[in-house]
Structure formats: C-alpha cells, structure tokens
C-alpha cells in the first residue's frame, strides 16, 4: 500500500473501536450507543464504566458487584505511601500521578500477566486507584495526615472523603460523578492513542497506563480545565468579562475552553454539565463564578464567523467552575480528567489486545545521506548534527 503523509494522524483511522463514537459535525457522543447527555443526567460513574468494558448496560446485581469489587480496591499498598513521601511536595500533581501510577505496579503480583482476566483486574485496580494516589498526593503536599478510604462509597464519594477527610453531600458527590461520566471516553483522542501504542508492543497495563497519565498531562489536551479557571479568577468579577475578552479577541488570542479538534458544533458533553454547573455553584456560593461563564459564551458566539468556524464552549469550559466550587485546587483539575480516562484507557487496551497489531507508522527522513564517517580526531570544532552517520533509507521501517 503506498504511503501517506497525515502529520498529526487527523485524516487516519488507526483503530476499531466499541467503546465510544463522535460524530463532531452534529455534536454527537455515544458511549457503546447511548447517548453521553443521558447517560451524564441518569447513570452513574460505575454504572458508565461497566458498560464501556462490557458493552452493554448491567443489571442490579452487575452493578452493586461491580461497586464492591471497585471499593474493594480503593486502598493502596501501605509501601504506595512511602512512594507518595518520597516525591516533593512542590511537584505538580500530574507529574506525582505519572509516577505513582507506575509504582503501582511494583505491588501487583499480577502486573505481567498478560491473560483477558488479569488484565480486567488491573484495570479495576488502576480505576479505583487512581483517585486514591489523586488525594493521597494533595494531602502529602499540603502537610495533612492521609485519610484511609471508606469502602461503602461511591468512587466519586470516596474521592472527596480522602481529599478532604469529610463527608461529601450528595449533591456534591453527583456533581463529581457526572463530570467522572463526561470525561470516561473519547474515540481516540492522544492519550488513549498512547495507550494503545504502548500495549499494542505486549508491554503491560500499568506502562499504558503510565503513558497516557504522562500525555494527558499537556495543555493542549488535559490541562484546558485549569486554564479556563484561572481565566476567571484572572477577570475577577462579572462587569470586567465584557472589557477582558473584547480586548483578548481585539488581540486574537483564544478562549480557554472554547473551541475543539472534533467537535464543529457544540460540545454534546457540556449541554447537561451548563445546566447542572449552575446548580453546583449556586450550592456552593460560586454563582457569580458561573454567571461570568455565561456571559463570556455570550459574548464569544455573538462574534463574527464564530459559529461558521465552529466554536462552542467545550466540556472544560463548565468543568472547571465545577470542579472550582467542590473545592479542589486548580491544578487536580487535570488529575480528575485522569481519575476517569483511566475507565476509557484499560477499556481501550482490552479492546486492543483482543486484536492486537503493533502500530508502527513511518517518519520521513528529511537529513542528508551518504556522508562518510570522519574519526572523531579529524572532525571540525562545532560539528553540528548534520555530519551525523548516512541513513541510506528516506522511510525507515526499522523496528
Ligand atoms: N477562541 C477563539 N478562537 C478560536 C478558538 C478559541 N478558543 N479556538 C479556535 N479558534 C479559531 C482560530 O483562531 C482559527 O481562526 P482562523 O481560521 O480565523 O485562524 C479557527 O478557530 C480554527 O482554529 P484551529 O486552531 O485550526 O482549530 P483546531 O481544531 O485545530 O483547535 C483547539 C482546537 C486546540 C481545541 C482550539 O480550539 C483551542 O486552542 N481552544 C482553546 C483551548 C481549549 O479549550 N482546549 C480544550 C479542548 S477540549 C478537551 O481537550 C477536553
């Protein structure tokens, strides 16, 4: 098959998926089908990642078994502890995530067993722990004593026990869960790409997903929540908004929170969570936060061409204030995303490794070729990469 050139990979289709769907010319997303609007306004978290492994919607029973065994594995290894100690208490949470999400391996017996069933194991395991490490590392850094987790709650109820050490009100354990709900999957978008590249060589879950924690991670892919956030703390108040994005677009700079890759329409993921932020940060105080939100989505779709070039608020754009009125500080934003892309990363590695192929595309080598090899004595000071060995091949395929 001849090659072709798709830098950014946005015209390939690298893999089938059952998992999620996007249509981004109408604003549509489906978890194995149904609809991410009803399942963010009447599933839960749990009930939402059981249907992405298992494709289809559980029973009663499926689901409380599901919510055991996931509360099972809430609880990290006591020597994790130590592992969270010895990161300093200045490094951002992302980068603690990456690495405790790849210690968690040292204390799996089952981390290379690479069977169907020790693979959905570890992906129960990586789920429910991951938001464990989340709050474990915030309490470390701020100099509070850890908080065991409480097997009866829910992941999202659990979360914010440990953060916090109190109890969450309902209200503020479904806002979290709907978020968890919005973020769980996404065709392929980078950091589950990632994933699957790292699985696809038969390497293991936790390396993948170790990769996609550490792709996540980049502003222009999980990092936008915090960035709308501290947009609005910068604006301060409601009667700058206007001021403050006339002059941003006056400069043509962007929006946080506005504007997607797939998405031409609105962001299916941000109709429910527009209605229920409000909620949120009127329970919370944060109402003029929220108000601010809306006047800014005012003002940027009643801009020229907006809509013709097909911006829209997206998910970040309400998660942020969301997030902000449940009191977690502006850089677990990012780590929330991954608490709950983990449910799409193992889903996607499972769907990978049932019909694997290692995914290896071409660079085009664009150096010269054909040099001849001078020993080091005879080069000239200041060499520079361009008397590098010759490459006798523009399309390395070497593996
Ligand atoms: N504000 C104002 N104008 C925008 C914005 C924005 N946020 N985003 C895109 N545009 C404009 C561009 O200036 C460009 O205009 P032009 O054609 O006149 O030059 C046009 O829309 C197309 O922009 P592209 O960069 O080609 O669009 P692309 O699809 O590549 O970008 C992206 C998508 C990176 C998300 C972009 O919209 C952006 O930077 N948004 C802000 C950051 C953000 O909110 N990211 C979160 C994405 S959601 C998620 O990851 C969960």
Redesign the pocket.
Known sequence: MPLTVDKGLGNTIAADTNLSFIDGTNGVLEYVGYDIDSLARNATFEETTWLLWNGRLPNTHELAAFAKELQSEYAVDARMLDVVRAIPRTAAPMDALRTLVSALAHFDLEADEQTPAANKRKSLRLLAKTATLVALFDRYRKGKSFVAPDATLSLAGNFLWMLTGARATPSMERALDVCLVLHADHGLNASTFAARVTIATQSDMYSAATTAVGTLKGP???G?NQ??MEMLLEIGDLSKVDAYIASK?AR?E????????VYKAYDPRATYLKTFAKQVAADTGNLPLYEMTRRIEEI?LAQPN?IE?G?FP????YSATTYYSLGLDLDLFTCMFAASRMAGWTGHCIEQLAANKLVRPHAEYTGPHGLSYLPIGQRPDGETSSTCPSVKTAMSVLV
């Open positions: 222009l892919h999980g936008a960035e709308v677009l043509k962007r929006i946080m929170g506005f504007g997607h890759r940027v907006i070039k911006i997206n998910v970040d754009f």
